[in-house]
Each structure stands twice: as structure tokens, then as C-alpha cells.
């Protein structure tokens, strides 16, 4: 959607609501729409079609509060309070702080400190500079799944870990936050196939990238920007889960099993395909037509939250192009290029993700591991938030099958 398509002229939006201009000016000063100045007419004032639209949520939801919840589990009205993250005309915000700055500036231990506790300073009580190692049962299937997915290894390892670990079942915050911690090692470990020591990204990178550790703050920005999005459905899913009263383990599994659907996280593979696809031919716009044809819309394009694009995707493209290889950038810019032209659409974070990983000559599916890597901070802030709020997740179905005669 082009920038100047957003908006709507005062008359519009008080058509649209089917109020008069009036009531709509009486709506603005009730700080119930904003109202926005038109450079060089100062006069002249214009409405965001997603504020009209939210009002219009508002108004059904007092009229018909069910079908409205109905509506609000379908990119609709928000259905769940959380005071973690903030998406706003284009940018992220994690607990109030731009989430681009954090990725450039702030270690992964500091984020999830920040989403866990709302204090990024108790990242050295959370995160110790040793850990235990792994249990000897976690290390022997780990030694025996050398061909397995790293996300494959992740679950396999989630619940023999959950098993032993008494200390996970204490749903209070501070323990929580201490038992995402563990979980946040766990899933390190069973990526890179080892007991990691050290910050995260460090850890990555000298498995991942040896001799390449300059690089390691592109990783950091990585894990930093997958760390939460609002109510996604593995977010969704792990507030669902923890509502339950299930222990953190068993969040993080659900939500894992969630983020692997192709409508999600899995559209990294999706997108892997594309640029395979995409380097053997230089005709583009053939490869992107039969996609379209086949599945109606490009993967790694389009975010119905960031019409003007994905400030992750950007930041992702312009990391690689700092500190990954030239051809890799070169070949993500063509596919960019090709897709603006038939569609319009910016890059996703699914893109950012698989550019970044191939920049970096990263191993297979790293694309989708730093994914859950990172989102595994959100889905435990999610939990604490969840358990805090001590209501079960327990929505209404509206029957639409046969009824039996009486």
C-alpha cells in the first residue's frame, strides 16, 4: 500500500463511520481518532484508515461484543492485554525501547531481561558466566542426532530436559525468568551440538563462523529482532499453553511446533527455495509469475502490519551488506526488485532472516534456528505475563453443523 493510500479526508472518514463531520471533529478532540496535518495546508486535516477501522471495531464490539471477539482472533481488534510490545505506524518497540536500537546496541542476555523482568540490568543475575553442563542422557542423543533438523533437535531435547528439572514448576516471575534462562542455554546447546559458554551470539559464531567473530554483532541483531511480535500465533500459543498452567518446557514446545508452520517461521524454507529458484534463471519475473500462479502471493514479501515495509527486514539486508558476501546481497536486492515490480511488497523478516544467513554462509536451517532462538525470549516473557494474569485462554465456538430434531 502506497503511503498516501493510508489516509482518508475528513468527509471520507465521516462517511465510512457514518457520522457527520462534526461528530468526527468531537471523535478527535475525545482522543478517540487522531487527526493528522496535510503539509502546506494547515487548514486541511487527514485520518489513518487503520485508526477509522479500529473505531469501527469499537463500535461493533459494544454492539455485538461476540461476533466482534470473533473477528479480533483475525488481524482484528487486540484480544489479549500485554505490556511487552508495541508495533506502531511502522517501528517495534519492546517495553517502550526502539527494538532496531536494541538489535544494534544491546546484548540478547539485556533483551530478555528487559521482556522477562522490565530491567535489563538483571541480564548478569539471569544469565551466569558458567553453566552447568548438559545432563549425560541430553549429551547422548545429541551425539546421536547429528542428521537431525536443528529445530528436530530442540524438541527432542525440551522435554528429557523438562523431566529433571524440579525448579521449572515454580510458575512465580523471578523464577520463570531463571527457568527461560536454562531453556535459552538448552536450545543453544542443541543447535550447535555442544555445551555453550559465553553470550549467545558469541557462542554462534565461533561454531557457526570461526574466525569470522567480527561478525557476531549480526547474529546479536538477529536474535534481538525475532525476540517477540506481539500476539503472533506461537506467541498465541504460548499464552494458551501457560494459561493452562503448563511449566515454561512445555510452552516453549508448543510454541515451537506452531513456529515451524509455513505460515509462520517455515516460510524461511519457502523462501530458501525462492532464491535457489531465483539463481538459476536471470528471468525473474517467470519464476515469481509461477509462484504466484501456484500459491497467489511470494514468500518473504508483504506484512499486513507494515504496509510502508518491514523495519527487521531492512536492518537484516543492510547487516548483510556490511558484513556478509557481496553476490549473496547482490542476488536478494534482484529478487527485491523483481517483486516490487509485480507486487509492490517489501521484504518480510523471513527474507531479512534467509539473506542475512546466506551473506553469512551460514549452515542449513539457520534461518529458521535464529528464529526460534530469539522468539523463545518472547514466548517466556509471554508466560510470565500469562501466569501474572491467572485467567485460562478459553474462547467460544459458534456452531454452524447440523442440530438433531428434538
Not at 31 to 38: D, I, N, T
Not at 152 to 179: G, N, S
Not at 339 to 363: H, K
Not at 386 to 405: C, H, M, T
Request: glycine share 6%; hydrophobic share 45%.
Amino acid at each position: 500500500m502506497k503511503r498516501e493510500d493510508r489516509y482518508m479526508t475528513a468527509p471520507h472518514a465521516a462517511e465510512v463511520l457514518g457520522v457527520s463531520v462534526a461528530t468526527l471533529y468531537s471523535y478527535v478532540s475525545r482522543g478517540m481518532l487522531r487527526s493528522l496535518s496535510v503539509e502546506g495546508k494547515p487548514r486541511v486535516r487527514r485520518y489513518l484508515k487503520e485508526d477509522v477501522a479500529s473505531l469501527i471495531e469499537r463500535k461493533e464490539f459494544r454492539r455485538k461484543p461476540g461476533k466482534a471477539a470473533e473477528r479480533g482472533l483475525h488481524w482484528g481488534s487486540p484480544v489479549l492485554e500485554s505490556a511487552l510490545t508495541l508495533i506502531n505506524e511502522g517501528r517495534l518497540f519492546y517495553r517502550g525501547k526502539d527494538a532496531l536500537e536494541l538489535a544494534q546496541s544491546s546484548s540478547v542476555e539485556d533483551v530478555a531481561a528487559l521482556l522477562w523482568t522490565g530491567d535489563s540490568t538483571q541480564a548478569g543475575n539471569l544469565f551466569k558466566k558458567k553453566f552447568p553442563r548438559l545432563p549425560p542422557k541430553i549429551v547422548a542423543l545429541l551425539n546421536h542426532t547429528a542428521h537431525f533438523g536443528l529445530i528436530e533437535r530442540c524438541q527432542l531435547v525440551l522435554p528429557i530436559a523438562a523431566a529433571v528439572d524440579l525448579p521449572a514448576y515454580d510458575l512465580r516471575p523471578p523464577a520463570v525468568a531463571k527457568t527461560g534462562a536454562r531453556i535459552l542455554r538448552l536450545l543453544l546447546s542443541a543447535i550447535l551440538r555442544r555445551s555453550p559458554q559465553g553470550p549467545i551470539d558469541t557462542a554462534l559464531s565461533q561454531v557457526w563462523m570461526p574466525g569470522r567473530s567480527s561478525a557476531a554483532p549480526a547474529l546479536r541483531a538477529a536474535l534481538v529482532l525475532c525476540a517477540d511480535h506481539e500476539l503472533n500465533v506461537s506467541a498465541f500459543t504460548a499464552r494458551c499453553i501457560a494459561s493452562a498452567r503448563a511449566t515454561p518446557y512445555e510452552v516453549v514446545i508448543g510454541a515451537l511446533a506452531a513456529l515451524r508452520g509455513l505460515r509462520h517461521g517455515g516460510a524461511s524454507d519457502q523462501v530458501e527455495a525462492l532464491f535457489r529458484e531465483a539463481e538459476q534463471t536471470r528471468k525473474l519475473r517467470k519464476v515469481f509469475a509461477k509462484r504466484l500462479r501456484l500459491t497467489g502471493y511470494l514468500p518473504g514479501f508483504g506484512h499486513p502490519l507494515y504496509p510502508d515495509g518491514d523495519p527487521r527486514a531492512s536492518l537484516l539486508i543492510s547487516l548483510a551488506e556490511t558484513y556478509g558476501i557481496r553476490s549473496a546481497v547482490e542476488s536478494a536486492n534482484r529478487l527485491v526488485r523483481a517483486a516490487q515490480s509485480l507486487t509492490g511488497e517489501y521484504p518480510n523478516l523471513d527474507f531479512g532472516l534467509v539473506t542475512l544467513t546466506r551473506a553469512l554462509d551460514l549452515p542449513p536451517e539457520s534461518s529458521i534456528a535464529l528464529f526460534a532462538l530469539g522468539r523463545t525470549v518472547g514466548w517466556i516473557a509471554h508466560a510470565i505475563e500469562q501466569y501474572a494474569d491467572n485467567e485460562l485462554i478459553r474462547p467460544r465456538a459458534r456452531y454452524i453443523g447440523p442440530v438433531s430434531p428434538v
